[in-house]
Nanobody, 127 residues
């Protein structure tokens, strides 16, 4: 069982920055993937970024085209926490952001492939 707790959302003006955090606890070992998804009202939950960890210790970061160059995903192993640094925010980035976890490190951007989810944190970007 894995528990995920997000924090760091808020209200920011367009062009501003925010950093989201996702603290994981439970059986997080071996190869795994942690990801961020977002969901705006009335829309589907969309992939934002993921960080994939192989058993050999190599990691890979992947991004949706809409956030490439603006968002950076990273992980603090000691704290078992994943971060999403968001810069140059746009009004269309407004959504509830969710942290997700799955075992294995094969890339997938499909929400249904993830086994554990956090409660979500709201990000609102004003124009």
């Amino acid at each position: 069982q894995v528990q995920l707790v997000e924090s760091g959302g808020g209200l920011v003006q367009a062009g501003g920055s925010l950093r989201l955090s996702c603290a994981a606890s439970g059986r997080t070992f071996g190869s795994f993937t942690m990801a961020w998804f977002r969901q705006a009202p009335g829309k589907e939950r969309d992939f934002v970024a993921s960080i994939r960890w192989s058993e050999g210790g190599t990691y890979y970061a992947d991004y949706a085209d809409s956030v490439k160059g603006r968002f950076t995903i990273s992980r603090d192993n000691a704290k078992d926490t994943v971060y999403l640094q968001m810069t140059s925010l746009k009004p269309e980035d407004t959504a509830a952001y969710y942290c997700a976890y799955k075992r294995g490190w094969i890339i997938t951007t499909t929400a249904t492939s993830y086994d554990y989810w956090g409660q979500g944190t709201q990000v609102t970007v004003s124009s």
